[in-house]
């Protein structure tokens, strides 16, 4: 983005007021936001995951090593039918992988902004 700024408004319904915030700032809330989740998503693996190694759970569950890598690290967030994967992979179910995710999150966690 160059020097020029572009705004948008925002309304908040509970303080009534008009609050300018410039799309840069916008984007890097969600940034945060989003590695939240892949830092939560790649904690919860790790429990679960115990000695299991990243190739065997590759080669079984036809998952990528790379992809599981990164998941492990906390620099990829995983698509609804990876999390299904790995979940099957790890013997619990989807929601179950999901709920221990958002146990880790802040209270009131939430990717859109009200």
Same mark, same amino acid.
């Given at each position: 983005?160059?020097?020029?700024?572009?705004?948008?408004?925002?309304?908040?319904?509970?303080?009534?007021?008009?609050?300018?915030?410039?799309?840069?700032?916008?984007?890097?809330?969600n940034y945060k936001n989003k590695i939240l989740i892949q +830092?939560?998503?790649?904690? $919860?693996? @790790?429990?679960?995951?115990?000695?299991?190694? !990243?190739?065997? &759970?590759?080669? =079984?569950?036809?998952?990528?090593?790379?992809?599981?890598?990164?998941?492990?690290?906390?620099?990829?967030?995983?698509?609804?039918?990876?999390?299904?994967?790995?979940?099957?992979?790890?013997?619990? +179910?989807?929601?179950?992988? $999901?709920? @221990?995710?958002?146990?880790?999150?802040?209270? !009131?966690?939430? &990717?859109?902004? =009200?």
């Amino acid at each position: 983005m160059n020097e020029i700024e572009i705004y948008y408004y925002y309304y908040f319904k509970k303080a009534r007021k008009i609050k300018i915030m410039t799309i840069r700032e916008k984007i890097n809330k969600n940034y945060k936001n989003k590695i939240l989740i892949q +830092k939560a998503t790649a904690e $919860i693996f @790790k429990k679960l995951k115990k000695n299991k190694s !990243n190739y065997l &759970l590759s080669a =079984e569950y036809e998952i990528s090593t790379s992809l599981l890598s990164n998941i492990e690290r906390g620099l990829k967030d995983p698509q609804l039918t990876t999390i299904f994967k790995i979940s099957e992979a790890l013997g619990i +179910k989807p929601s179950e992988f $999901i709920r @221990k995710i958002e146990e880790i999150l802040p209270e !009131n966690f939430s &990717l859109i902004d =009200e």
